[in-house]
């Protein structure tokens, strides 16, 4: 049986809920981004076409190898995206296969990425419950000491700097 259904004793019914609805964020959040990306891949290849017959580029010849060509080859940035357009073969089935599933791979990513991040907040508590050390950072140890002794030297950056160096002299 699965980790997930058997989460630690640490867990509150509300985390456990909070860590589903993260991962089911991710989850359709990637599945959100593959259908776009598949979709825009097939249609970005699909324009290529009407671009190709505006940029008057020849088809059915073979352009210049953008890795090889130099730029007198090319002719500057109308001929790169007439080289470009030719490159990628508008109506080759194989580069419109290619383009649509390297579209939705991407946004698959970076869907499923965003979604994680945007949700994260959520996962806080799940990760400082069951922990045994004190999760702070220099900064907010440091910032505790001097709310409790009293000390105002945290007002300004020079003063936590001081701080600082004092701190790693002991």
Request: net charge positive; charged share 20%.
């Amino acid at each position: 049986m699965s980790r997930a259904f058997t989460p630690p004793d640490t867990m509150t019914a509300a985390d456990i809920k909070n860590v589903a609805d993260v991962r089911r964020a991710v989850w359709t959040g990637g599945f959100k981004g593959l259908a776009s990306g598949l979709l825009f891949g097939f249609c970005f290849h699909s324009s290529l076409v009407p671009l190709a017959k505006v940029l008057k580029v020849d088809l059915t010849v073979k352009g210049p190898d953008l890795m090889t060509a130099s730029s007198k080859e090319i002719g500057g940035v109308k001929g790169f995206g007439k080289a470009l357009v030719a490159s990628a073969r508008p109506r080759s089935l194989n580069h419109r296969f290619l383009f649509t599933f390297f579209f939705g791979a991407m946004w698959s990513f970076v869907g499923a990425s965003t979604a994680g991040k945007n949700s994260k907040h959520l996962m806080q508590d799940v990760y400082l419950r069951g922990s045994d050390q004190e999760m702070m950072t220099e900064y907010q140890k440091l910032n505790d000491q001097t709310r409790s002794t009293g000390r105002q030297e945290l007002q300004n950056i020079t003063g936590y700097q001081n701080l600082v160096k004092e701190s790693r002299r002991n």
